[in-house]
């Protein structure tokens, strides 16, 4: 996972800046750039149409670290399918999209699961499966036990969002965080052990 430390950020006392690349994938019309605008702005835009790539990014001052997220919200029209993956190489994390109300785009969030699984290792990218337009849950056609049944099959973080009630939009992306920091916890141990082991093995050479 290609996660980056900001430069000068390493000196004992003075927490970590780590910035993050996060996708947001899915259907034309399911609301992705709504939820990037309501998370970066706080206010809710009926957006048009997504031509190729929008950016936007959000930063977050947490105890353990800071973090800068690079929001990039890709277009969900078909034409642009085949080139989306320029735009999320090198993620560390997915929010897969769909709208309640309209299965269909919930069997496309499943196409781009399946692109998602070609690029990257599991371990490599977090992956959220996003219900969004919770707002008109009266014309719901994908029931919460199903995106949740098949989130937990694939071991993929799962919520349902409104981007216009600003119903759990911040909440998405802090479990995304949340699952990044874990991840970076997971990681040092194993870094602090490959440093000793190094340097015994120096050790050992020199006494030899």
């Known amino acids: 996972m290609a ?26 019309s399911v609301g992705k750039s709504s939820l990037a605008y309501r998370y970066v702005k706080n206010d809710f835009r009926e957006s048009l149409p997504t031509v190729g ?6 930063m ?6 800071t973090i800068k997220f690079e929001i990039w ?26 709208d309640i109300t309209n299965k269909e785009t919930f069997n496309r969030a499943k196409l781009w699961l399946r692109d998602l699984e070609k690029e990257f290792l599991p371990d490599e990218i977090v992956i959220a499966l996003v219900g969004n337009k919770m707002d008109l849950a009266a014309e719901r056609e994908v029931a919460t036990e199903e995106g949740e049944e098949f989130a937990r099959t694939k071991g993929l973080l799962f919520m349902e969002t409104s981007a216009k ?4 939009v911040n909440d998405i992306f802090m479990a995304i965080v949340q699952e990044l920091l874990q991840r970076k916890r997971e990681e040092a141990p194993n870094h602090r052990l490959l440093t000793v082991n190094l340097e015994e093995s120096r050790t050992g050479t020199g006494c030899c």
């Open 53 to 58: 790539c929008s950016f936007f990014t959000q």
């Open 73 to 98: 919200d890709t277009a969900g029209q078909e034409k642009y399918h085949s080139v989306c993956h320029l735009y999320y190489w090198g993620a560390h994390a997915a929010l897969l999209v769909y």
């Open 165 to 168: 009630s600003n119903h759990q």
């Open 60 to 65: 977050l001052s947490l105890e353990e670290a």
């Open 3 to 28: 996660q980056k430390a900001m430069p000068g950020t390493s000196p004992e006392g003075i927490r970590p800046t780590y910035i993050y690349k996060v996708v947001l994938l899915g259907s034309t």
